[in-house]
């Protein structure tokens, strides 16, 4: 088997901003560099460690089918775990992914950082929002971390040629943890552009971004997408395999799977800037505000409206019985969570026409989405992304 070569590259300091990276070296290929830039202030937080490095090009040698060769220190506890982890992926996507080795020149664990301070993912959606608040209210029972500070990453949901939608963005988050005291910290790369399949690798490239900061932070919280009633095996973030891409100084914990969306706004709306700054849209023009059209922009809607709460400000427009009903789900495990949506309505009293037609909506889509699934299966149909 043919190795990839990761080489670690050494930290620059411009203009207020420092930027980190590795490059690798694939046979056949020219060398890649993959890079991370965030604001100087935060260079002590930052770790020596290529553990970030070697999450950020995992899936790219398990798809090359190539062992990964690491120049740099590695983690001894967080190899072990990505061998656990390589073993759902290869069992569940034979056809992708190959189990590979990963060596390094020296495996060594780094100590815990004596503060035991969380840092969170963060992009200003329900998930991240209902994370945040949670940790700070002092409501998340024996899975109470203390979270510290935020990290919002331009080149995930906003890509890197979306600059400007990105920096209205960071006003919205910035607004929002600040209220909250937690430190707000905006950064970029371009470890997207490894990636093929977005839905399988996204857990692991969020991952590597916290893991960065395992410096100053012991552990690194990753919102829930899914509930336990509704995972997708495998996905790219899921309890099933989140916390094996974490070592003994730094923990990855995904957070809040026991939650539905209609749940997590219940939360949510005691938050007044959240209300105000909210943004879960990612098919709108604009990157940094709601379209208050698109199925994810109308499912959060109508999880306010189940509890009997005004569509918060965020939102300039409400959604019409009409856009309801011609609502097209992209998963089936959206199913689960339209039937949560007109459960929690029930549950409260909730009365009136749009629950009629997320009735019919749920009916439509139950017959459509096996449809759907043959078409993608005989490749006449593309499968849409969450």
């Given at each position: 088997?043919?190795?990839?070569?990761l080489?670690p590259?050494e930290a620059?300091?411009?203009?207020?901003?420092?930027?980190?990276?590795f490059?690798?070296?694939?046979?056949?290929?020219?060398?890649?560099r993959?890079?991370?830039?965030?604001?100087?202030?935060?260079?002590?937080?930052?770790?020596?460690?290529?553990?970030?490095?070697?999450?950020?090009?995992?899936?790219t040698a398990?798809?090359?089918?190539?062992?990964?060769?690491?120049?740099?220190?590695?983690?001894?506890?967080?190899?072990?775990?990505?061998d656990?982890?390589?073993?759902?992926?290869?069992?569940?996507?034979?056809?992708?992914?190959?189990?590979?080795?990963?060596?390094?020149?020296?495996e060594?664990?780094?100590?815990?950082?004596?503060?035991?301070?969380?840092i969170?993912?963060?992009?200003?959606?329900?998930?991240?929002?209902?994370?945040?608040?949670?940790?700070?209210?002092?409501?998340?029972?024996?899975?109470?971390?203390?979270?510290?500070?935020?990290?919002?990453?331009?080149?995930?949901?906003?890509?890197?040629?979306?600059?400007?939608d990105?920096?209205?963005?960071?006003?919205?988050?910035?607004?929002?943890l600040?209220?909250?005291?937690?430190l707000?910290?905006?950064?970029a790369?371009?470890?997207?552009?490894?990636?093929?399949?977005?839905?399988?690798?996204?857990?692991?490239s969020?991952?590597?971004?916290?893991?960065?900061?395992?410096?100053?932070?012991?552990?690194?919280?990753?919102?829930?997408?899914?509930?336990?009633?509704?995972?997708?095996?495998?996905?790219?973030?899921?309890?099933?395999?989140?916390?094996?891409?974490?070592?003994?100084?730094?923990?990855?914990?995904?957070?809040?799977?026991?939650?539905?969306?209609?749940?997590?706004?219940?939360?949510?709306?005691?938050w007044?800037?959240?209300?105000?700054?909210?943004?879960?849209?990612?098919?709108g023009?604009?990157?940094?505000?709601?379209?208050?059209?698109?199925?994810?922009?109308?499912?959060?809607?109508?999880?306010?409206r189940?509890?009997?709460?005004?569509?918060?400000?965020?939102?300039?427009?409400?959604?019409?019985?009409?856009?309801?009903?011609?609502l097209?789900?992209?998963?089936?495990?959206?199913?689960?969570?339209?039937?949560?949506?007109?459960?929690?309505?029930?549950q409260?009293?909730?009365?009136?026409?749009?629950?009629?037609?997320?009735?019919?909506?749920?009916?439509?889509?139950?017959?459509?989405?096996?449809?759907?699934?043959?078409?993608?299966?005989?490749?006449?149909?593309?499968?849409?992304?969450?």
């Open positions: 088997m043919p190795d990839i070569h080489w590259v620059a300091r411009q203009d207020q901003k420092i930027t980190l990276g490059e690798l070296e694939i046979p056949g290929s020219d060398r890649d993959i890079w991370y830039e965030l604001p100087a202030e935060h260079n002590a937080a930052l770790t020596m460690s290529c553990d970030p490095f070697v999450l950020g090009s995992l899936f398990m798809r090359n089918g190539m062992n990964l060769i690491v120049h740099g220190q590695v983690s001894p506890t967080l190899l072990r775990n990505l656990e982890f390589q073993q759902v992926w290869t069992v569940c996507k034979p056809e992708s992914y190959t189990h590979i080795n990963i060596t390094a020149d020296e060594r664990e780094l100590p815990r950082p004596v503060n035991e301070t969380a969170a993912a963060f992009s200003g959606g329900v998930d991240s929002c209902f994370t945040a608040w949670r940790h700070h209210s002092g409501q998340a029972g024996r899975s109470q971390r203390n979270l510290r500070a935020a990290v919002m990453v331009h080149g995930f949901d906003i890509t890197l040629r979306k600059k400007e990105f920096e209205r963005s960071v006003l919205r988050v910035k607004n929002m600040d209220s909250l005291g937690i707000f910290i905006p950064m790369t371009n470890l997207k552009k490894q990636g093929v399949d977005w839905e399988d690798e996204h857990g692991c969020i991952a590597s971004c916290l893991a960065l900061f395992q410096g100053e932070y012991s552990t690194g919280l990753i919102a829930s997408t899914d509930a336990y009633p509704k995972l997708t095996i495998p996905w790219g973030s899921s309890p099933l395999t989140d916390h094996l891409l974490s070592s003994q100084a730094f923990e990855i914990v995904h957070d809040g799977a026991a939650y539905f969306r209609s749940d997590k706004v219940r939360w949510i709306a005691e007044p800037e959240a209300l105000q700054n909210l943004r879960v849209c990612l098919v023009a604009e990157k940094d505000r709601n379209c208050c059209r698109c199925e994810k922009c109308t499912r959060t809607i109508l999880s306010f189940a509890w009997g709460l005004a569509k918060p400000a965020c939102f300039e427009k409400d959604v019409s019985n009409s856009q309801i009903i011609g097209k789900y992209f998963h089936p495990t959206l199913l689960n969570e339209y039937a949560a949506i007109l459960r929690t309505a029930r409260n009293g909730q009365t009136g026409s749009w629950m009629r037609a997320l009735q019919l909506s749920m009916i439509l889509n139950r017959l459509r989405l096996p449809a759907q699934k043959a078409l993608q299966l005989i490749g006449l149909k593309k499968p849409v992304h969450r």
